[in-house]
C-alpha cells in the first residue's frame, strides 16, 4: 500500500529551461510537505517544504506546490543547472507530532547543459 | 561542526554474523533516526530515538536493534546478518522532536550481505 507515489523514475531537462517534478499522496493525515535532494554516495539534504496551510512556497530556483484536494505536490526549478542533476524525494509528516518521515521513490532528474 | 557522521561506509557480511552501524552528531540534536533504502524504494524508518535512553520502532524494525545512551551516539545492531538487509543505511538528526524540524542525514552505510 503506497501512502507516497512519484511516478517519473526519471526526467531530462535542457539547462536553463523548467524541471518540474511531481508526487501523489493517499494519506489524508500528512500536513507537512518536503523535497529532499540527494547525490550520488551522499545523504539526503533538505530542500524547501510546505504546510498544509499553503498551497505555495518559494526559495530562490525552487518553488513547491500544494494542492490538497488532489493530493499532489510539485516542486518546480527554474532556471535548471547542471548542478542540479540529482534524485529528488519528496516526504510527508502527519503533523508536528510526527516522529516518521515518509519518503517516495525518488526521481532522478538529469540537466543536460 | 561535523553534523552526522556515520561508520563504516561500506561493509561486507556474511549470513548470521552480527555487525553494529556507527551513527554520531555533534549538533545536540534531541531526534535521531535510522533509515534503510533499497534500490528502486524511498527511505524506510527503522528505528528511532527522541532522547538518550528513549527509542521507539518505525516501519521496518525486524532484525534490528538500537540503543540511545549519549545524546551523541545512536548505534543500530545487526543482531543476525540476512541477505534481505543488504541496503544503504542512513542516520538522520534533528533539533527537536516535531515532525516539521529538518532532518540532517549521514552519508550512509552501504551493506552487503552475502
Known amino acids: 500500500d503506497q501512502q507516497v507515489k512519484q511516478n517519473s523514475p526519471s526526467l531530462s531537462v535542457q539547462e536553463g529551461r523548467i524541471s518540474i517534478l511531481n508526487c501523489d499522496y493517499t494519506n489524508s493525515m500528512f500536513d507537512y510537505f518536503l523535497w529532499y535532494k540527494k547525490y550520488p554516495a551522499e545523504g539526503p539534504t533538505f530542500l524547501i517544504s510546505?504546510?498544509?496551510?499553503?498551497d505555495k512556497n518559494e526559495d530562490g530556483r525552487f518553488t513547491v506546490f500544494l494542492n490538497k484536494s488532489a493530493k499532489h505536490l510539485s516542486l518546480h526549478i527554474v532556471p535548471s543547472q547542471p548542478g542540479d542533476s540529482a534524485v529528488y524525494f519528496c516526504a510527508f509528516t502527519a503533523g508536528a507530532g510526527s516522529y516518521q518521515l515518509t519518503f517516495g521513490k525518488g526521481t532522478k532528474l538529469s540537466v543536460i547543459p | 561542526n561535523a553534523g552526522v557522521t556515520q561508520t563504516p561506509k561500506f561493509q561486507v557480511l556474511k549470513t548470521g554474523q552480527s555487525m553494529t552501524l556507527q551513527c554520531a552528531q555533534d549538533m545536540n540534536h534531541e531526534y535521531m533516526s535510522w533509515y534503510r533504502q533499497d534500490p528502486g524504494m524511498g527511505l524506510r524508518l527503522i528505528h528511532y530515538?527522541?532522547?538518550?535512553?528513549?527509542?521507539d520502532q518505525g516501519e521496518v524494525p525486524n532484525g534490528y536493534n538500537v540503543s540511545r545512551s549519549t545524546t551523541e551516539d545512536f548505534p543500530l545492531r545487526l543482531l543476525s546478518a540476512a541477505p534481505s538487509q543488504t541496503s544503504v543505511y542512513f542516520c538522520?538528526?534533528?533539533?527537536?522532536?516535531?515532525?516539521?524540524?529538518?532532518?540532517?542525514f549521514g552519508p550512509g552505510t552501504r551493506l552487503l550481505v552475502l
Open positions: 510546505i504546510s498544509s496551510i499553503k
Open positions: 538522520a538528526s534533528s533539533r527537536r522532536r516535531t515532525g516539521t524540524e529538518t532532518q540532517y
Open positions: 530515538s527522541v532522547g538518550a535512553g528513549i527509542t
